[in-house]
């Protein structure tokens, strides 16, 4: 593998080419008309134009991207996460070009790509599931006698969904037919598929998934737990390792699960597998991602290893370099998705230009983004701007270290999640580690975010502490050099 194409934009194309650049792997960007001067096509040793500011004429278009594998010479394709990432047929184009596929085989994507097929393999090797349907449920007549005998409340849940679209909650047989159709109908507009399932409802769920390593030769190994809890519309928005519930004896269990769900669909690279917790200690399957997660920073930041690394070694052919026992957990991690956002209109996507972009940095600080300063945040894509994450020796250094960080995440010309990750870190039940799924819901109103009174000097600070005569002391990094001025 001598030259990697990332099929893919912004924070994770960085990220993927800076572990690809470390191996001696040159790198090929690709972007649309919209990402012209982005960061990751100037980070990369070559960019091809791949298409319009659409996605789906651009980081979508499997063809145009496999003409620019074409003409840059690139042997190896990444997909990163999101667009094709999870895509069997794009794998199999690129594999039939004779390129190597940094991901599963196209197989094991099919049937992780479907929750029903997922189900059903990972049953045949004993991970526990939640009780329901045990294939899809093609009229709601059949969709409320499923529920019935399992007894409300329940979830509709589309089959190839995600996201939280298709997906429905139903506390009575009175509301199946309603929301039988629109979770159905829903489905099939997102996914072109509009089959459903039934599933007892969970009670106050976390969402714990286990990341998982995979090799040609029939070796698995998992990398322990990051809990994902912390959620809005069902997307997660905080991010840890270790979790504050698991046991090791119930760390053990998931993780030997985890793998038993790679094995069932014949997994290669490096994936997750998705689990529900309960009250009570039970964890069940929910999903696998057959791809490289957002939030797999913090296992990197815990365990040491470089994942994108071993999916390039993997994708070469390469044995796992690790036995299980090799694998020590060190530390806590927490990472904080910074989104282009409204928060207190919902979490709406905000557009504009960066006027002023700094990063945080300091002991146990990570930044992983794909923006910079005078860039425009477009309406075409994801609105995340980077991936804040805090390392330290325990949980309590990891929150305090990332809470330093976000006040000293300078962001000027679009609103941003930075102020809610605030919130959700300095919130009691986010400190004593007891919440679940829904928190947010629970818990958050955007009057929690309203200035206080000390934050207008603050403000005004901001707003004048980029002018360049204002930063007088050269030797303090800018942030450092603005509060110095203020005594913030």
């Given at each position: 593998m001598k030259k990697l194409l990332v099929a893919n934009r912004g924070e994770i194309a960085i990220r993927v080419m800076r572990s690809a650049r470390q191996m001696g792997i040159q790198t090929v960007a690709i972007y649309s008309e919209a990402d012209r001067g982005s960061a990751h096509a100037d980070f990369a040793d070559e960019a091809y134009l791949v298409g319009p500011a659409p996605s789906a004429q651009s980081y979508l278009n499997a063809d145009a991207i496999l003409a620019v594998c074409k003409a840059s010479g690139a042997d190896a394709v990444h997909p990163g996460y999101g667009f094709l990432s999870e895509n069997a047929r794009f794998a199999?184009?690129?594999?039939?070009?004779?390129?190597?596929?940094?991901?599963?085989?196209?197989?094991?994507?099919?049937?992780?790509?479907?929750?029903?097929?997922?189900?059903?393999?990972?049953?045949?090797?004993?991970?526990?599931?939640?009780?329901?349907?045990?294939?899809?449920?093609?009229?709601?007549?059949?969709?409320?006698?499923?529920?019935?005998?399992?007894?409300?409340?329940?979830?509709?849940?589309?089959?190839?969904?995600?996201?939280?679209?298709?997906?429905?909650?139903?506390?009575?047989?009175?509301?199946?037919?309603?929301?039988?159709?629109?979770?159905?109908?829903?489905?099939?507009?997102?996914?072109?598929?509009?089959?459903?399932?039934?599933?007892?409802?969970?009670?106050?769920?976390?969402?714990?998934?286990?990341?998982?390593?995979?090799?040609?030769?029939?070796?698995?190994?998992?990398?322990?737990?990051?809990?994902?809890?912390?959620?809005?519309?069902?997307?997660?928005?905080?991010?840890?390792?270790?979790?504050?519930?698991?046991?090791?004896?119930?760390?053990?269990?998931?993780?030997?699960?985890?793998?038993?769900?790679?094995?069932?669909?014949?997994?290669?690279?490096?994936?997750?597998?998705?689990?529900?917790?309960?009250?009570?200690?039970?964890?069940?399957?929910?999903?696998?991602?057959?791809?490289?997660?957002?939030?797999?920073?913090?296992?990197?930041?815990?365990?040491?290893?470089?994942?994108?690394?071993?999916?390039?070694?993997?994708?070469?052919?390469?044995?796992?370099?690790?036995?299980?026992?090799?694998?020590?957990?060190?530390?806590?991690?927490?990472?904080?998705?910074?989104?282009?956002?409204?928060?207190?209109?919902?979490?709406?996507?905000?557009?504009?230009t960066l006027e002023v972009y700094r990063r945080p940095y300091g002991e146990g600080i990570r930044v992983d983004d794909g923006v910079r300063e005078g860039q425009e945040v477009s309406v075409y894509y994801d609105p995340m701007l980077a991936k804040l994450i805090a390392w330290g020796p325990d949980r309590e250094t990891a929150r305090l270290r990332l809470i330093k960080a976000i006040d000293s995440y300078a962001v000027v010309g679009v609103k941003t999640t930075l102020r809610f990750g605030r919130f959700v870190l300095e919130h009691p039940d986010f400190i004593s580690g007891r919440f679940d799924t829904g928190f947010v819901a629970k818990n958050f109103s955007p009057d929690a975010l309203q200035p206080r009174p000390e934050n207008a000097q603050w403000a005004a600070a901001l707003a004048e502490s980029y002018r360049p005569e204002a930063l007088e002391n050269q030797d303090l990094p800018p942030v450092s050099r603005w509060k110095a001025r203020y005594n913030l």
């Open positions: 199999e184009q690129v594999e039939s070009a004779g390129l190597a596929w940094i991901g599963p085989p196209p197989s094991a994507i099919r049937v992780m790509g479907d929750k029903l097929s997922a189900k059903a393999a990972a049953a045949e090797f004993g991970v526990p599931l939640v009780m329901g349907s045990d294939g899809a449920s093609p009229t709601a007549a059949e969709a409320q006698a499923v529920a019935d005998q399992i007894g409300y409340p329940v979830m509709l849940k589309a089959s190839a969904g995600g996201g939280g679209k298709g997906m429905r909650m139903v506390h009575s047989s009175s509301e199946v037919q309603e929301a039988f159709e629109n979770a159905a109908s829903e489905a099939l507009k997102s996914f072109g598929n509009g089959e459903v399932f039934v599933e007892k409802f969970v009670a106050s769920p976390r969402h714990i998934e286990i990341q998982v390593l995979s090799d040609q030769f029939g070796n698995h190994l998992h990398l322990f737990e990051r809990e994902c809890s912390v959620q809005r519309r069902h997307q997660k928005v905080v991010e840890e390792a270790p979790s504050t519930v698991l046991t090791p004896e119930l760390r053990s269990a998931m993780g030997e699960a985890a793998v038993k769900a790679a094995k069932s669909c014949g997994y290669v690279g490096a994936g997750t597998v998705e689990f529900i917790f309960d009250a009570n200690g039970a964890f069940y399957f929910l999903e696998m991602n057959t791809r490289l997660q957002v939030e797999h920073p913090v296992t990197e930041e815990v365990t040491g290893l470089d994942l994108v690394e071993e999916q390039i070694r993997i994708a070469r052919g390469e044995a796992l370099r690790y036995r299980q026992e090799d694998i020590k957990l060190k530390g806590h991690a927490i990472e904080l998705r910074v989104y282009a956002e409204d928060v207190s209109s919902n979490f709406v996507p905000d557009t504009g």
